[in-house]
């Protein structure tokens, strides 16, 4: 069984920064792609970065390009989203995910392994 576990959200004042953890269980599991998604209240879940594997390879929102940035170890099987500059409109639930197979791509439905979200709220 593969569970993505997140950590590191909070309460934040705006221009302030934050790190996102989030570490895999499951001996075996390797994935191919790790993303990150953020869902605001009232909205859909959106696309926030991903990052391949070997880490060669890195995509992001264009809303949040030159402030965050994606990175994995994985040696710890642990995939991390770093922060700065947080704006107001960055508040919502912050959900890790993970492929097994595939390559990397923005499409929620193609990733196979979710985390529970973490809550990130920048204050004005």
């Known amino acids: 069984q593969v569970l993505l576990v997140e950590s590191g959200g909070g309460l934040v004042q705006a221009g302030g920064s934050l790190r996102l953890s989030c570490a895999a269980s499951?001996?075996?599991?390797?994935?191919?792609?790790w993303g990150w998604f953020r869902q605001a209240p009232g909205k859909e879940r959106e696309f926030v970065a991903a990052i391949i594997w070997t880490g060669s390879t890195t995509d992001y929102a264009d809303s949040v390009k030159g402030r965050f940035t994606i990175s994995r170890d994985n040696t710890k099987k642990t995939v991390y989203l770093h922060m700065n500059s947080l704006k107001p409109e960055d508040t919502g639930t912050y959900y890790c995910?993970?492929?097994?197979?595939?390559?990397?791509?923005?499409?929620?439905?193609?990733?196979?392994?979710w985390g529970q979200g973490t809550q990130v709220t920048v204050s004005s």
């Open positions: 995910a993970a492929r097994s197979f595939g390559t990397m791509n923005s499409n929620a439905s193609d990733y196979n392994y």
């Open positions: 499951g001996r075996f599991f390797i994935p191919t792609v």
